[in-house]
């Protein structure tokens, strides 16, 4: 109450009325929440919120760069490929990706920041090793055993399809080596071809023999139709003959009996 009654100025609170805190319940009721709710503050809010969950998505899951095998998530194989390009061959179904998600749109080789390491030593532990799916390329000569015939010539066809050259390999899993078994496409013009298909057609592979381990995708009978269309022409290791031939399954499988090379 104002004293005297007549004076229009208010009394001052003391101290203890400052320090003392204004309960939750007065400021919501003078708080106008009816401005938060209407459409014209409400949806530029969603529309930020959802604009950066997509972008979280979409970054995860296709432009996130993976480094090597070990990074690749259980949930990529069989749902996700790899685009990326070849840096280095090993032998005549293997080599080294450098991923590279999204590839020119995305801004890989012209974007400052985003170009493929060409140094030996700047691609370490930054390649994905993958394993061509459902054929057999013949031995080089490792580990002491000696070289099957055409493994030369398998090694130099397939650096010179893909060394350099921007790949798409679809993945099917991790095997005991470390590698991702893959079905592997490279444009060759207009054209994309099928890398396995291909090494088969030109004779220098065969349709994978293990009992276990096998991986075709949707194209085992493609590869066994090129296989057999091969061995009719006698292309490549299918030109000598019958008595002589061992495949690279037989080939490993006896090295391994022996102890050769261990």
Do not use: C
């Not at 004293?3 to 229009?8: A, F, K, R, V, Y």
């Not at 009816?34 to 604009?51: A, D, F, G, S």
């Not at 996130?64 to 070849?86: A, M």
């Not at 000696?146 to 493994?151: D, G, L, M, N």
């Amino acid at each position: 109450m104002r004293w005297p009654p007549w004076s229009s100025k208010p009394p001052e609170r003391d101290e203890a009325d400052l320090r003392r805190p204004t309960p939750w319940e007065g400021i919501a009721n003078v708080a106008d929440w009816k401005q938060y709710t209407e459409i014209r503050n409400l949806l530029p809010t969603v529309l930020l919120t959802t604009t950066t969950l997509v972008f979280i998505h979409v970054y995860r899951n296709y432009l996130r760069r993976i480094p090597e095998v070990s990074k690749i998530q259980p949930g990529f194989f069989r749902k996700r490929s790899l685009f990326g390009r070849v840096t280095s061959v090993g032998d005549g179904d293997n080599f080294r990706l450098f991923h590279t998600p999204g590839g020119r749109l995305a801004g890989w080789g012209w974007f400052p920041g985003r170009r493929v390491p060409e140094k030996r030593e700047d691609l370490k532990s930054r390649t994905i090793h993958v394993r061509l799916a459902g054929i057999d390329a013949p031995e080089l000569a490792h580990f002491g055993r000696p070289a099957q015939p055409f493994s030369n010539e398998a090694l130099i066809w397939l650096r010179d399809y893909i060394h350099h050259r921007r790949v798409r390999a679809y993945i099917y899993r991790r095997d005991q080596y470390d590698r991702v078994v893959a079905t592997v496409y490279v444009r060759r013009g207009l054209v994309r071809r099928d890398v396995g298909l291909q090494m088969l057609k030109q004779g220098l592979a065969t349709v994978y023999e293990a009992k276990s381990g096998a991986e075709f995708g949707a194209v085992e009978d493609r590869y066994r139709r090129a296989e057999w269309w091969a061995k009719k022409k006698r292309k490549g290791i299918w030109a000598g003959k019958s008595a002589d031939f061992e495949s690279p399954r037989a080939y490993k499988t006896r090295m391994s009996s022996t102890g050769q090379g261990k």
